[in-house]
């Protein structure tokens, strides 16, 4: 997010350019009138490009802090470490591609995600599996 810093400093940048828009008119100059009129369109693009990229980077860092969380089963993520599992599951393909978490649904022997439809058939994987449960006040069971 664009911090009190740097929207004051933008304030005072369009103040400033709007003193010198009024400077110009007074000298009657209209070719300098001009050119700050035009100085004042290249730095709103300019703004807007820095909220565009102040916005990407939040969610880069908030991408980031929730791979930090992650944890791969060999099928699916977790939030959480084996044995303190937060929430879950979640469906690999959703996250790999578009940093979308998307949680999967119990579907015959395994998971499947309901936006990309991948299937994760666990059990298949590993005959002594058993498919955690997931108790919402007390987060999961092992
Ligand atoms: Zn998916």
């Not at 929430?87 to 999967?104: M, S």
């Amino acid at each position: 997010m664009i911090g009190p810093g740097e929207f004051a400093a933008a304030k005072g940048l369009l103040e400033l350019v709007g003193s010198a828009v009024d400077l110009a008119k007074k000298a009657g100059n209209k070719e300098l009138n001009e050119k700050i009129l035009e100085l004042h369109g290249e730095l709103l693009k300019l703004l807007q490009a820095n909220l565009t990229l102040t916005q990407r980077v939040a969610e880069l860092e908030a991408a980031q802090k929730t791979r930090e969380t992650l944890e791969f089963d060999g099928h699916v993520y977790w939030v959480g470490k084996r044995g303190d599992r937060k929430n879950g599951p979640y469906c690999t393909k959703c996250w790999d591609a578009d940093q979308k978490l998307l949680r999967v649904m119990e579907f015959n022997r395994g998971w499947r995600c309901p936006q990309c439809s991948t299937y994760f058939e666990t059990q298949k994987a590993n005959p002594n599996w058993e498919r955690p449960k997931y108790d919402p006040l007390g987060g999961l069971e092992s």
